[in-house]
């Protein structure tokens, strides 16, 4: 099959593998192993190297198994394959000559600013080298930045291509199809955004995709074709709650792919806040989920303890440290790095200034109630006593605000929350009183 690319000179080509830990639907990969040409290595530099924040112990495990799988099946086409981690030495010119290649390829990515750093170090270095640096764009989610405005080949391998008895139980591929022969039985756009029934009717695909060990591509191909062939199955069921699954699974990726299209070059702040004593005492126990309010803190201790949690949650934690417990928006983004098993750069950092009111400022910050936000989602208390076991002491209906039963086996709360939420929307409205003249200011003067 013949892919469009940019001219490749002739010799060996090194492959460049990045958040792209996958051969199949790689189109880099595909035009290095087109068998017209002259051979290809390739290599893996782990995220650490470029500049990223060390990875959770799942999303280790996670790409550990996609570099030994993809290390067998290169082995058994005799193609060399190398993983640097931050140890050790990742000058692509060196790694060129050590493995014979005139030229180095890779799929876009989208990266933070310490990791486009890297980026630019290296494209200097070949560029001094005389090594071809060339960049495709083989995935849906870059629109600008290298790689130019389209995916050049979007999706490479059909499903005869990865077919299902070849693939390990644990292969992402498996994983979503598996996934979407269940999804009807499922109430995924309801219950994604409930604690404790999310984890039974999402995916829970979001490292892989994170990893690049799954492309979103791949995602929406397989599950057009799964809700095909269960509305065959099934006529006159689109609008049911089964049929509509689909649909609202299929919308979650695209708004994935669409997040990062539009921030895959927002970048985060390069240098952290100095912090008070009081905001390190608030740091630290958000983070662990001991500030004494029981959703956030459920919602930190699960993330803690597994990597994840639903986008609502996220939002919650978010707004609480942000907004209630005045921490430095960067501090919470760093933090979420660092905990997140499916982080991403161009997905965190924007949610992150979402929350904080910095980026799309006529939207205004989403300041949320944490005790309001827990009754709403979890009515039951079965979530937050599920997190803070604590809790087993205090009668059901103080489960959100254990301060009112006589004996709070919880730490006093770090702040009046109603207090702080009123604080917060107060200093909300003065920038927006702020923009608004600011505005003003400038369409007097004929200024965008």
Not at 280 to 294: D, K, M, Q, V, Y
Not at 405 to 428: G, T
Request: proline share 8%.
């Amino acid at each position: 099959m013949n892919f469009p690319h940019p001219p490749i000179p002739r010799g060996k080509i090194l492959v460049l593998l990045a958040e792209d830990l996958r051969l199949e639907d790689n189109l880099a990969y595909a035009i290095a192993s087109d068998p017209t040409r002259e051979g290809f290595a390739v290599l893996r530099i782990q995220p650490e190297a470029r500049g990223r924040p060390a990875r959770t112990r799942n999303r280790r495990a996670i790409e550990d198994a996609a570099e030994a799988r993809i290390g067998e099946q290169l082995r058994r086409r005799e193609i060399p394959f190398e993983v640097l981690g931050p140890d050790d030495d990742t000058s692509l010119v060196r790694a060129c000559r050590r493995l014979g290649c005139m030229s180095v390829i890779r799929n876009a990515a989208d990266g933070m600013a310490a990791e486009n750093a890297y980026r630019v170090g290296w494209e200097r270095e070949l560029h001094s080298a005389n090594i071809p640096f060339l960049t495709v764009n083989g995935e849906m989610i870059r629109r600008v930045g290298p790689g130019g405005a389209k995916p050049e080949q979007p999706f490479l391998s059909d499903h005869q291509t990865v077919a299902q008895d070849r693939l390990p139980a644990e292969h992402p591929i498996r994983l979503l199809r598996d996934f979407l022969q269940v999804l009807p039985d499922r109430n995924y756009l309801a219950d994604m955004w409930i604690p404790g029934r999310d984890r039974v009717s999402t995916s829970q695909l979001s490292t892989h995709f994170a990893a690049g060990t799954l492309s979103s591509h791949r995602a929406e191909r397989e599950t057009t074709k799964a809700e095909k062939l269960w509305h065959a199955a099934n006529p006159g069921r689109r609008r049911s709650t089964e049929g509509s699954s689909f649909r609202h699974f299929r919308s979650r990726i695209a708004m994935r792919t669409g997040f990062l299209t539009t921030f895959s070059r927002y970048q985060d702040k390069p240098s952290r806040a100095s912090l008070t004593p009081a905001q390190t005492e608030r740091l630290s126990a958000w983070r662990s989920g001991n500030t004494g309010i029981p959703m956030p803190d459920a919602a930190m201790r699960e993330l803690g303890a597994t990597g994840w949690s639903n986008f609502r949650l996220r939002q919650l934690v978010t707004s609480y440290g942000i907004q209630l417990l005045q921490l430095p928006a960067v501090e919470v983004g760093a933090a979420l790095a660092e905990m997140f098993d499916d982080y991403e750069p161009g997905i965190t950092w924007p949610q992150v200034a979402l929350n904080d009111g910095t980026l799309m400022q006529e939207r205004g910050p989403r300041i949320l109630n944490p005790v309001k936000q827990g009754t709403n989602l979890d009515p039951s208390e079965a979530y937050v006593r599920h997190w803070l076991p604590e809790l087993a002491t205090v009668p059901v209906g103080f489960g959100h605000e254990p301060w009112l039963w006589f004996d709070n086996p919880l730490p006093a709360p770090l702040i009046d929350y109603k207090a702080a939420f009123r604080e917060a929307r107060a200093r909300w409205g003065k920038k927006e009183e702020a923009f608004t003249s600011r505005d003003a200011v400038l369409r007097t003067h004929g200024l965008p």
